[in-house]
Structures are given as C-alpha cells and as structure tokens.
C-alpha cells in the first residue's frame, strides 16, 4: 500500500480506539515508520511502504491505539524548538512547560539547578539560548539521568550541562543565580480521571508525589534560600489552581518579589519568586 492509504488505514484504527487527533497522529506515525520528515509527507503520499515499514506501522499504531504518548513511540518529542529524546522513563516534555523557559530566559544567569530534570527539557533549553551560563539538573531516577545526559550530547551540551542522582536538593551543593523545577504535583485523587496516555504510560514518580500533590514544593522552598545566590530567581511550575498555596510556602521561606505567571492559554503556570 502506498503512504496514503496508510494513513487512511491508520486514521480509521485511532480513531476506533478513541485516540485524540487521530488524524495527526497517524501522519505522523506513517512518517515516522517511512523516514520521512513529517513536513514532507505530502510530497510523498503516492510512495509505496517497503515491507519493514509496514511492520514498523503496524507496531506503532498498535502501541497508539492503546494509547501510547506519541512521544515514546517515534521516540522524540519537539521542545523549546528543539527535538528532545522521550523515554517511558520520562514525563513527555510539554508545551504549557515552555512557560517556565520564558520566564527564565527573560532575566541573565549564569549558573543554574534543575530540580527533577527528566529529559532536560528544561535545564537544556535555557543552556542552549544562553551560551554563557553553566547549569545541574538532578533527578532520584538514574534511568531518566540518562536520557538528560543523552539530551546533552545530541545538542552539544556536555560540556556546560552535568547531572546528578539527587533526593532534591540532597546531593547538591553551592549556590546558583537560577533554580527551576517542573515537580510531581497532581493529587492522589485527581490521578484517576487523568487521561490514559499519561496515567498508563508516563512515570507516576514524575506526576504525583501523593496527598495533595504539594509535598515536593515544601521540600523545595525550604531548601531553596540555602542554595540561592543574593537576588538569585526560583520558578516553579505548578497546578492550575496550586499558585496561592506555592506563593504562601515561597513567602514563609523569606523569598520575595512573588508572582504567578499565566500559560498560553491564561492559566496559572508558573511560581516566580527571588531572594532579596
């Protein structure tokens, strides 16, 4: 069969299964399977499948009609404007996160700590638009330090971004103008009504740390005057409806200049606080 019918074909099966997007999805899983840049799928519609294309397909829809990440699939997922590589051993870098980057590249640093780095997605887009700045990223999975420090390699990183295996703030030491963190924050009872791709497939270590979902932002405002530079920056990304308890813990810390920063879509996103 050619490209087309493909995704025809593959439309008709995620879209049985229920999947969001079904139609995009399969454009971009026909291509993935076929080497093909997405963008350049038209161009290409009447091409025939080779055979081990077909079964690459044939494995990727499989895997989405039961509602895989896409991300964890074609393995990558577009960041920041930069491909990032995505494991089961990571959260799927997500687009509401590049909030936390703005905000952080909106001010100069030269020495920054990712708490929870996951893929890097985080600490490796600031590095990159700051070619000046050295920065940490820590996470207490070893198998997700290892897709950071992939992430490092493939965008030339090495040698300004270095990771460490670290209960929060535990193994760290020194002091740093920047402290950024995406934590776990969905509460115990909000995981069940979470949608099947990320409540079957991403790491519940990186979505929930149980109860109230507040326990990591009181580890880390606690921790975070020790470990901040004077006038130093910590942003934090948080919960829709999380930004008035996050704001309170930051301000008992004796951190100041407290602010909640909208998302693209106007919802509260991100924790911005500094030390005075």
């Not at 404007?81 to 995505?86: D, I, L, Q, Y």
């Not at 109860?211 to 009181?218: F, S, T, V």
């Amino acid at each position: 069969m050619n490209l087309r019918e493909a995704i025809r074909a593959a439309t008709q099966t995620l879209t049985a299964a229920g999947v969001e997007n079904p139609a995009r999805d399969a454009r971009l899983l026909v291509a993935h399977a076929a080497g093909i840049a997405s963008d350049r799928l038209t161009l290409h519609e009447t091409d025939m499948l080779p055979p081990d294309a077909e079964t690459c397909l044939a494995d990727a829809i499989t895997r989405r009609a039961a509602h895989q990440p896409l991300s964890q699939i074609t393995g990558q997922r577009l960041f920041w404007g930069r491909p990032f590589r995505v494991t089961p051993d990571t959260l799927d870098p997500r687009p509401d996160t590049e909030t936390l980057v703005a905000a952080a590249l909106a001010e100069p640093f030269h020495k920054m700590l990712d708490l929870g780095t996951g893929t890097g997605c985080i600490l490796l887009s600031c590095l990159a638009d700051r070619p000046a700045a050295h920065g940490t990223g820590t996470d207490i999975s070893s198998a997700a330090l290892a897709v950071a420090q992939d992430n490092a390699a493939r965008l030339h990183l090495t040698t300004r971004a270095t990771v460490h295996l670290s209960d929060w703030f535990s193994a760290i030491q020194g002091r740093f103008d920047l402290i950024v963190s995406n934590p776990p924050y969905i509460a115990a009872a909000e995981m069940p009504a979470l949608a099947p791709d990320v409540r079957d497939h991403e790491p519940h270590l990186a979505l929930t740390p149980g109860g109230d979902g507040l326990a990591a932002y009181r580890i880390i405002a606690r921790g975070a005057p020790a470990r901040l530079l004077s006038d130093g920056r910590i942003l934090l990304e948080i919960g829709p409806t999380q930004g008035p308890a996050v704001s309170a813990m930051l301000a008992a810390a004796g951190l100041s200049d407290i602010r909640i920063l909208p998302d693209m879509d106007g919802r509260d996103r991100v924790v911005a606080a500094r030390k005075a």
